[in-house]
């Protein structure tokens, strides 16, 4: 039994000589050569994130100064990093409930933001902060005052959250 085989595709003179494809991709180095270079001076010239940037996790503090958190745990359950401890306590304000301890190990943290689209109360957003340096490990155990940010700081990811969900 015989198999049929196509013919074998013959190059043409000019493909023989080879000049044609690698002027095409001196054209493209000599372009990249002289293309704009996307390069930031770091230090000196900050990143701006757009309001969809998942950075680190924030507790949202209101105008009062009382935070936005009814200690529900849901952000705890859903972490799948374990990064969040929350402690509930009851009150006499408004909100029955509040966070006694409130701490993220941003060690463990791995910005998913599962606890930012878990929480009912948009009391924890992921903020556009970037810049984390520690240097001993309960450093990096955020607490409930460093976690805390005024709203007007977190307004447009706020925005943001309610515009896509």
């Known amino acids: 039994m015989q198999v049929q085989t196509q013919d074998k595709y013959t190059l043409t003179f000019w493909e023989?000589?080879?000049?044609?494809?690698?002027l095409k991709?001196?054209?493209l180095t000599f372009g990249q050569m002289v293309k704009k270079k996307d390069t930031r001076e770091y230090p000196e010239e900050k990143w701006v994130p757009p309001s969809s940037y998942r950075g680190a996790p924030v507790l949202v503090q209101e105008e009062n100064g009382i935070e936005r958190c009814v200690a529900c745990g849901?952000?705890?359950?859903?972490?799948?990093?374990?990064a969040i401890e929350v402690q509930a306590a009851e009150t006499t304000d408004e909100k029955e409930r509040?966070?006694?301890?409130?701490?993220?190990?941003?060690?463990r943290c791995i910005f998913c933001g599962f606890c930012e689209e878990v929480c009912p109360e948009e009391a924890i957003v992921m903020s556009p902060t970037y810049e984390m340096v520690f240097t001993k490990y309960e450093d990096a155990i955020l607490d409930k005052e460093k976690l805390l940010t005024p709203v007007e700081q977190l307004r447009p990811r706020l925005e943001f959250l309610r515009a896509h969900r």
């Open 98 to 107: 509040y966070p006694e301890l409130f701490e993220i190990n941003m060690l």
């Open 25 to 27: 991709g001196m054209k």
């Open 16 to 22: 023989k000589l080879y000049i044609p494809e690698i």
């Open 74 to 82: 849901l952000c705890s359950r859903v972490c799948p990093a374990l």
